[in-house]
Nanobody, 121 residues
Framework: QVQLVESGGGLVQPGGSLRLSCAASGRIFRINAMGWYRQTPGKQRELVAT???????NYADSAKGRFTISTDNAKNTVTLQMNSLKPDDTAVYYC???????????????WGQGTQVTVSS
């Protein structure tokens, strides 16, 4: 199994910045994609940004122009740089990875435990 460990959440004022990081460890043959999702109480988990091993990115409309996702394939890490944060960005942010453990089995999805981001003055 793969473990995803997130770091970098916290409290920030509106307009501020935070950087979330996630490291994957365990039995990994290849990571096809990594990303960040977020969830607030009573709502479904929603996509924030994803990046494939080839570097293709996808952002939620709410994240475009403010957030930047990047990955280090050699280290199995993904980072989300969040700028110009708004109170609406307050949520628990979850790291996600689509992982292949070997060449014989299908890939599967793994999730981190989540890290709280609070944007408030």
């Amino acid at each position: 199994q793969v473990q995803l460990v997130e770091s970098g959440g916290g409290l920030v004022q509106p307009g501020g910045s935070l950087r979330l990081s996630c490291a994957a460890s365990g039995r990994i043959f290849r990571i096809n994609a990594m990303g960040w999702y977020r969830q607030t109480p009573g709502k479904q988990r929603e996509l924030v940004a994803t990046i494939t091993s080839g570097g293709s990115t996808n952002y939620a409309d709410s994240a475009k122009g403010r957030f930047t996702i990047s990955t280090d394939n050699a280290k199995n890490t993904v980072t989300l740089q969040m700028n110009s944060l708004k109170p609406d960005d307050t949520a628990v942010y979850y790291c996600h990875a689509n992982v292949m453990r070997d060449i014989w089995t299908r890939s599967y999805d793994s999730w981190g435990q989540g890290t709280q981001v609070t944007v408030s003055s």
